[in-house]
């Protein structure tokens, strides 16, 4: 089973400002992999897969890349809404598995 | 635009069996470009993934839990069903039901999550 960590487990920014997320497959998974953010008391949401592509409705502001078995989600400047948990999950070895997770809290 | 929503027992005692069920409307079930999956995310840990159905009944489960759970599929309903019997305490959870692409299996709809506890 793949393992993804994730890190910083927490990121406090203030609005505005940058995050940078990163998440560290185990093994190479190519570019199979996806981000979610999750809002207190609501499910994830899709926000990227295949690494980079941004799915439908979300702002520019986000976006994602890869180097290897290293995968970053880049907010670019951060608006109330984003401060939240973000999950990546890779899809390229069964079953799909998920990182813990890091919080973007407000600085 | 489309809507899924689970629905079942949040109250389960150890050993029994939990049973929910996801209503997806909006759109029909009967897609040859999706799954139809179950996702958990237990108090304070990452998300587990713990299977899928595609609507011809076709169903997959994490090798970790598959001795005890059971998807199905009432196309007739548009919903689908999950069955996981002889749980713990390791069961209590948040548990979603979610679309996923049948070529990139990732999750590209959520249901609101249903919270489930497991004991006496």
């Known amino acids: 089973e793949i393992v993804l960590m994730q890190s910083p487990a927490t990121l406090s920014v203030s609005p505005g400002e940058r995050a940078t997320l990163s998440c560290r497959a185990s093994q190479s998974i190519d570019t199979k992999l996806a981000w979610y953010q999750q809002r207190p008391g609501q499910a994830p949401s899709l926000l990227i897969y295949?690494?980079?592509t941004r799915s439908t409705g979300v702002p520019p502001r986000f976006s994602g890349s890869a180097s290897g078995t290293e995968f970053t989600l880049t907010i670019s400047s951060l608006q109330s809404e984003d401060f939240a948990v973000y999950y990546c999950?890779?899809?390229?070895?069964?079953?799909?598995?998920f990182g813990q997770g890091t919080k973007v809290e407000i600085k | 635009q489309l809507q899924l929503q689970e629905s079942g027992p949040g109250l389960v005692k150890p050993s029994e069996t939990l049973s929910l069920t996801c209503v997806v409307s909006?759109?029909?079930?009967?897609?040859?470009?999706?799954?139809w999956a179950w996702v958990r995310q237990p108090p304070g840990k990452r998300l587990e993934y713990i299977g899928s159905?595609?609507?011809?009944?076709?169903?997959y489960q994490n090798p970790s839990l598959k001795s005890r759970i059971t998807i199905s599929v009432d196309t007739s309903k548009n919903q689908f069903s999950l069955r996981l019997n002889s749980v713990t305490a390791a069961d209590t959870a948040v548990y979603y039901c979610?679309?996923?692409?049948?070529?990139?299996?990732?999750?590209?709809?959520w249901g609101q999550g249903t919270r489930v506890t497991v004991s006496a």
């Open positions: 159905i595609f609507y011809s009944g076709t169903a």
């Open positions: 909006g759109g029909s079930i009967i897609s040859s470009s999706h799954y």
């Open positions: 295949g690494a980079s």
């Open positions: 999950q890779q899809y390229k070895n069964w079953p799909q598995t």
């Open positions: 979610a679309r996923q692409d049948n070529t990139e299996p990732y999750f590209d709809n």
